[in-house]
């Protein structure tokens, strides 16, 4: 298994406002997702709902 690529924050930033990423945390508890997500974050569960309509080269990042 390939290790997962690692970016900085700010490149983070800059492909979550430029729209050429979403940004995802990985808790899969949703009670976790609402006491720590970062702004412009998506849960884990709308990951899954909206997984068919993204592209599949579409840049996702876990945190």
């Not at 990985?26 to 006491?35: G, H, I, M, T």
């Not at 709308?46 to 599949?56: D, I, T």
Request: proline share 3%; aromatic share 8%.
């Amino acid at each position: 298994m390939a290790e997962p690529n690692r970016i900085s924050p700010e490149e983070t930033k800059q492909k979550v406002a430029s729209g050429s990423a979403l940004l995802v945390c990985a808790y899969e508890d949703e009670e976790k997702f609402k006491l720590l997500h970062l702004d412009g974050a998506i849960s884990h569960a709308e990951l899954k709902l909206r997984l068919h309509s993204l592209h599949k080269d579409y840049e996702i990042i876990f945190y």
